[in-house]
């Protein structure tokens, strides 16, 4: 697989240094533009790729406007439950950057979904997410249960809590214990922050209560599973192969383009590393400093 690294000022297997492209699954550059070509719509992970933490990148809104100019759709995707369709909103908005809720799509509004078909008798929730995730289900029908033996839930649900407290953790262990069913919200195990600190996200919760009860989660949802982009496909009536999905991610974002038969793109803004990139099985069909870049491939595609 053809590599380019930012630095270099000489072409490498076919690419020239108009555009930083870090790496490419492609084997020239005029194949690569021409997949590019196809894009009619961008599914864009949202920490790590559009803002870090609270940050909203420089060049995010600029991105999404020569998008726009070039009559290519977006769409936002998150595996962060932990706030609400409204709340991602009101935060968007506060950074500067207005969405509408047909532009978000969130791993707690995959949850539900899932829930409502493979266990529609599950009223009942006993949920290891913040308030604002555990209002998402209860204004979705959910009762959400207390930290009490006697207020027996149908199913658990664990997200990225960063609520998290130790008497709830080993009530949701409980539950877990006696068979219930029992979802994750994402796989994640960090979420990305401009912060000092790491945020430990859903997957390192589920490993923990996996060492204390012995069971995985009976579903993890949100990326890498393709369902997450099928509301798309269906919105705007597009192909797979038409969608690029963007994010910083391997194991979550670029798996599921890859499962969803869509265009993966890194960005090397959030987690990744070009090193992680390189030893991905499978590769990113393009690896990139950031969105940016992308805007800039998608332009000379279009050229």
Not at 20 to 44: F, M, N
Not at 118 to 126: E, I, Q
Not at 136 to 149: H, L, M, N, R, V
Not at 203 to 226: F, Y
Request: proline share 7%; hydrophobic share 40%; glycine share 8%.
């Amino acid at each position: 697989m053809p590599v380019l690294y930012a630095n270099d000022q000489l072409s490498v297997t076919g690419f020239s240094s108009m555009t930083r492209i870090e790496l490419s699954a492609y084997p020239d550059r005029q194949t690569l533009l021409e997949r590019v070509g196809k894009i009619r719509h961008v599914a864009l992970d949202m920490d790590g790729t559009i803002y870090r933490g609270g940050t909203l990148f420089p060049y995010t809104v600029p991105f999404l406007g020569r998008l726009k100019e070039m009559g290519i759709g977006y769409s936002f995707l998150t595996n962060n439950p932990s706030k609400s369709v409204a709340d991602y909103l009101k935060h968007m908005q506060e950074m500067g950057l207005p969405a509408t809720p047909e532009e978000l799509y969130t791993s707690a509004q995959a949850t539900i979904t899932y829930l409502k078909a493979h266990h529609p008798r599950a009223t009942r929730l006993f949920i290891l997410g913040t308030p604002s995730m555990t209002g998402e289900f209860e204004k979705a029908g959910y009762a959400s249960t207390a930290d009490d033996p006697s207020d027996e839930p149908d199913a658990v649900v664990v997200g990225f809590d960063m609520t998290l407290a130790y008497p709830r953790l080993c009530r949701a262990a409980w539950w877990i214990h006696c068979g219930k069913p029992y979802v994750a919200t994402n796989p994640d195990w960090v979420c990305p922050t401009d912060q000092p600190t790491i945020l430990v996200d859903c997957g390192s919760i589920c490993a923990m209560l996996e060492k204390a009860t012995g069971r995985k989660p009976g579903a993890t949802l949100g990326k890498p599973q393709p369902e997450m982009l099928d509301g798309i496909l269906d919105a705007h009536r597009l192909h797979p192969f038409e969608v690029a999905m963007v994010g910083d991610r391997i194991y979550t974002d670029m798996m599921m383009a890859h499962k969803a038969n869509a265009f993966g793109v890194l960005v090397l803004s959030g987690e990744a590393t070009l090193a992680d990139a390189q030893d991905a099985d499978p590769r990113p069909d393009v690896a990139l400093q950031s969105i940016e870049q992308l805007g800039e491939l998608i332009a000379e595609a279009r050229l």
